[in-house]
């Protein structure tokens, strides 16, 4: 019994090494077959990453050839405009006119976008005094866009040249809230002036939106201001519009200022001028920009009497001022002959002295109830304010405008505001920088 218990004993110590060889290899088979499946899991997420690699591939080729097909299909639009282009100029026979010789006093833009009734009106107003002098200032429209309303409003005349801006650049704005308008007619502007001054080789540009109205002198207007432009290089540009111009403010058909603002809405520019604006022209807001471009002490001319007027109740500013500012707006109904009026008085040399003059005739008037006190007086009178907050509550009084930009305000000149009041007299609002520029004391 003892001898067979020691025989089993002996056969289990082969039977454990066999045991745990047996484990041994099945170890080592797993172990196999782990790495078999890393390698395999490997393998897999290298395809998967190329796969994802050949789709982002596939996707940026795609992204290319719709941008090409976006491309392509800009060209064709500018293709299109620009055969309507030679169209026109052969039918109205612009090129012609400057084989012939006959230097433009200045090309007239109508800048327009989709409001097709408001253009019908500015084009029938401009037409009624542009025709007898048509080859001083041929006329053109320039549409930004596409409205199809306001293309073939356009081309309806035989009158004008058509000019078509096609913009499909997206349009990111600097500063949250900014309307996307201010800065599509920046770019709209810069292309049409760079057409006319650069393309076309006017020398001078008279601009007007497909909002306005224009008098009976408007053009004489320009010929007389074009003329004093090129004696006076410190005049940066002429307007036909005076921010204060509502018919209780105004008087003088005859009378002329020159401005430190800038006042838009009817204004010619010439081609150096446009040279030094062209490449720094702003992403929004070009009548700001303007503004600011007068610092090398240069200013604008404006009338007393508007040779403007606005009508354009809805566009991009949204109506912002209409009621209160431009629906009074008196436009200018006399025909004055500019031709005999010397505007020598306008020149850098001798209009501060002239200015200067005019404001220091005037009674000085100050404290409470000044409304009442200029009613009662029966001269020119000068208001003395100390800074823009005052500046804003005089003119507040008065019903003119307070609006300032870039530390000027509307319609000065040197500090400034002259206006009306009760028809024939005039009222100035002087300023701290007066003193200095044109040496009148506050009294």
């Known amino acids: 019994m ?12 082969p039977a454990a090494f066999m045991f745990i060889y047996i484990q041994m290899r099945l170890f080592q088979t797993q172990s196999q077959y ?28 795609q992204s290319q050839i719709v941008a090409l097909q976006d491309m392509k299909n800009r060209q064709d639009q500018e293709l299109v405009q620009l055969k309507d282009l030679i169209h026109t100029f052969e039918k ?20 327009a976008c989709s409001r097709a009734d408001y253009l019908a009106r500015t084009v029938k107003s401009v037409l009624t005094y542009q025709s007898p002098v048509a080859s001083k200032y041929p006329l053109f429209i320039s549409q930004d866009g596409s409205n199809q309303a306001v293309k073939s409003k356009a081309l309806s005349y035989n009158q004008l040249t058509y000019m078509q801006h096609l913009d499909f650049e997206p349009v990111i704005t600097e500063r949250p809230g900014e309307l996307i308008a201010y800065y599509k007619i920046a770019r709209h502007y810069k292309w049409a002036l760079d057409q006319l001054f ?5 020398s001078r540009v008279i601009i007007l939106e497909d909002d306005m109205e224009i008098a009976p002198d408007f053009f004489d207007y320009f010929e007389a201001a074009a003329n004093l432009m090129d004696r006076d290089k410190t005049i940066m540009a002429a307007s036909s519009w005076n921010d204060n111009g509502q018919k209780q403010f105004v008087h003088d058909p005859y009378a002329l200022y020159r401005s430190d603002f800038f006042p838009g809405l009817g204004w010619m520019l010439k081609r150096s001028t446009w040279d030094e ?15 600011k471009e007068n610092h090398k002490g240069r200013q604008f001319i404006r009338p007393e009497v508007c040779r403007t007027y606005n009508f354009g109740e809805h566009g991009s500013s949204l109506g912002q001022f209409f009621s209160q500012y431009l629906e009074p707006i ?13 505007l020598g008085y306008l020149t850098e040399g001798n209009y501060t002295k002239y200015f200067s003059g005019l404001v220091r005739q005037a009674r000085p008037i100050q404290g409470a109830d000044l409304v009442l006190k200029v009613q009662n007086i029966k001269s ?50 002087v300023g701290p920088d007066s003193v200095m520029q044109l040496g009148i004391r506050n009294s």
């Open 330 to 342: 008196k436009l200018n109904d006399v025909k004055v002959d500019w031709k005999a009026k010397d």
């Open 380 to 429: 020119d009178v000068r208001i003395w304010y100390k800074d823009q907050a005052e500046f804003e509550r005089i003119a507040g009084e008065f019903g003119i405008f307070e609006e300032w930009k870039d530390g000027v305000p509307r319609t000065a000149y040197k500090g400034v505001v002259v206006f009306r009041i009760q028809t024939t007299r005039r009222v100035f609002l």
């Open 2 to 13: 003892a001898r067979m218990s020691c025989d089993l004993r002996f056969l289990l110590i």
């Open 277 to 291: 604006l062209s490449p720094k022209w702003p992403k929004a807001y070009p009548y700001t920009y303007a503004l």
């Open 34 to 61: 782990a790495d078999r499946l890393g390698s395999a899991i490997e393998s897999e997420n290298h395809c998967t990453s190329q796969m994802r690699g050949l789709i982002d591939e596939v996707s940026i080729k």
């Open 198 to 202: 650069y393309k076309h080789k006017f």
């Open 92 to 111: 109205k026979g612009i090129a012609k006119l400057i084989e012939a010789g006959q230097m433009p006093v200045a090309a007239v833009v109508i800048m």
